[in-house]
Nanobody, 119 residues
Framework: QVQLVESGGGLVQAGGSLRLSCAASGTMFSMNAMGWYRQAPGKQRELVAAISNGAPYTQYADSVKGRFTISRDNAKNTVYLQMNSLKPEDTAVYYC????????????WGQGTQLTVSS
C-alpha cells in the first residue's frame, strides 16, 4: 500500500516562495508517475503539476506555468513542488499523488498540506 506524506506548507506573503515535499513509501517509487493537486475552499480539486517516472516528462496547469516546478529524487523516494511568485489565489490544500502516465492517472493520495498566501 502506498503511503504519501506531504510537508512544507505554511503561510507566505504574496510574491514569496515555498517548496513542498512528498515522501513516498510502500511502492516502487521510481516506477510511479507523481503529481501535485490542490483544492481551494468551494472549488474542485485540480491537477497542478505532474511528472513521469523516467526521462521526466512534466505537465503543469496553465495557472502555475512559469512559477511552479515539479521535480523528483528517486534515491530519496521524494517528489517536490517548488512554488515561486506565489499569489493569494494559490491558497489551497495541496495533495501529493502517485500513479501512472502520461496520460496521468493517479490512484494514491496523501493527506494534504495547507498553503496560505497572504496579500
Amino acid at each position: 500500500q502506498v503511503q504519501l506524506v506531504e510537508s512544507g506548507g505554511g503561510l507566505v506573503q504574496a510574491g514569496g516562495s515555498l517548496r513542498l515535499s512528498c515522501a513516498a513509501s510502500g511502492t516502487m517509487f521510481s516506477m510511479n508517475a507523481m503529481g501535485w493537486y490542490r483544492q481551494a475552499p468551494g472549488k474542485q480539486r485540480e491537477l497542478v503539476a505532474a511528472i513521469s517516472n523516467g526521462a521526466p516528462y512534466t505537465q503543469y496547469a496553465d495557472s502555475v506555468k512559469g512559477r511552479f516546478t515539479i521535480s523528483r529524487d528517486n534515491a530519496k523516494n521524494t517528489v517536490y513542488l517548488q512554488m515561486n511568485s506565489l499569489k493569494p489565489e494559490d491558497t489551497a490544500v495541496y495533495y501529493c499523488a502517485a500513479g501512472s502516465g502520461p496520460p496521468f492517472r493517479f490512484t494514491s493520495w496523501g493527506q494534504g498540506t495547507q498553503l496560505t498566501v497572504s496579500s
